[in-house]
């Protein structure tokens, strides 16, 4: 009993320190504007699909873009399969940017999801 509890701690203690994603805030007076990222991550919220990005170059791919001055970026790490992403994580990740990063009506930075292994995704707005 006390091996099974000791396991399950070590398990949850390794599950933790694996993760390190985080925000990274980038705003400018460059930087796009705070209402049309909003409706990106509203959209991504409501199903949108944030597709994947690219596993070569430079590891970016504009997958949604739109006339209110916001495009979002996914990118990854250089030389693997293409990492896609989901509506779900994609609606959280830009949204925690959007309520840490906004400011003066402009919004940039990203949401780095470490997902194990050297393996990452960046969830970044940027201008169209």
């Not at 990106?40 to 919220?45: E, P, Y």
């Amino acid at each position: 009993m006390f091996a099974t509890k000791l396991f399950l701690a070590a398990a949850v203690a390794a599950t933790v320190v694996v993760a390190d994603d985080y925000v990274k805030c980038e705003t400018t007076d460059g930087s796009p504007k705070l209402k049309g990222c909003q409706d990106l991550s509203t959209g991504f919220q409501q199903g949108a699909d944030p597709d994947c990005a690219q596993p070569y170059g430079s590891g970016c791919r504009t997958t949604a873009s739109n006339n209110e001055g916001c495009a979002f970026v996914l990118c990854m790490q250089d030389g693997t399969e293409p990492q896609c992403s989901d509506p779900d994580s994609a609606g959280r990740f830009t949204q925690q940017v959007i309520d840490q990063c906004a400011s003066n009506g402009k919004v940039g930075g990203y949401y780095h999801q470490d997902l194990g292994d050297g393996h990452y995704l960046n969830y970044e707005f940027t201008n169209p």
